[in-house]
């Protein structure tokens, strides 16, 4: 197996402590294959079913939901080692609720959910991985809900800010995504964003030096 592709399977929830050696042997027991995509690709349009078990090798996919009024909300973006749509695999509805397109070339290991459902039934690492995946996102949804339902423009901004210091580990936050892309990410108009970044700013919460903003006081933000 290419080390590029072994490297993103490491890092994957599915196969948490497994060694290289354990998870080639577990593979070696049923069919895969890896997929490529180009830039800007479809992967899956809204209500599409959940056909396959894809984890992203290298590369990033876009997960947008969209309202009937046409505006898109992204909830999600998936990077090298997560699973597309866990949830869904086995799921009575198929229907994805979001539409994912590439962000960038995408290659993808995939099996089939029958190949997925032999390393669950025979594997007790990977089925305790699977629970606890399907945990995580249920988590990981009711905090979403909460921030895109009850925090105002100032507190969602606030949380982004503070939850990419945690992940980053300073106070000195480098975003990845441009401004739109954020607002987009928290159903806000880029304005709105813009506004709060700049009373942030104003108050001596934060330095902004293009993507690369430095928290200087925690309090000023949450007031």
Not at 117 to 133: A, F, G, H, S, V
């Amino acid at each position: 197996m290419e080390d590029n592709v072994m490297k993103a399977l490491r890092s994957c929830p599915l196969f948490a402590g497994m060694s290289e050696i354990e998870i080639d042997l577990t593979l070696g027991n049923i069919s895969y294959q890896l997929v490529s995509l180009p830039a800007h690709e479809v992967y899956a349009l809204a209500g599409m079913p959940c056909k396959y078990v894809d984890i992203v090798v290298s590369g990033k996919l876009i997960c947008r939901m969209a309202a009937l009024s046409g505006k898109q909300v992204e909830v999600s973006r998936l990077h090298s080692g997560n699973m597309v749509a866990p949830a869904f695999i086995f799921s009575k509805d198929r229907s994805l609720p979001v539409s994912v397109e590439t962000d960038g070339k995408v290659q993808l290991f995939r099996m089939r959910p029958e190949e997925l459902k032999r390393l669950i039934d025979l594997d007790e690492t990977i089925r305790m991985n699977y629970i606890r995946i399907l945990s995580n996102i249920d988590v990981f949804l009711t905090q979403k809900m909460k921030v895109l339902s009850l925090f105002t423009v100032r507190e969602k901004v606030a949380y982004l800010l503070m939850e990419r210091a945690g992940e980053q580990g300073s106070n000195e936050v480098h975003l990845e995504r441009s401004r739109q892309e954020i607002a987009d990410s928290f159903g806000i108009q880029k304005f709105s964003l813009l506004r709060v970044l700049s009373d942030f700013e104003k108050e001596g919460a934060i330095e902004i030096h293009g993507r690369t903003i430095k928290i200087l006081d925690r309090r000023k933000m949450l007031k």
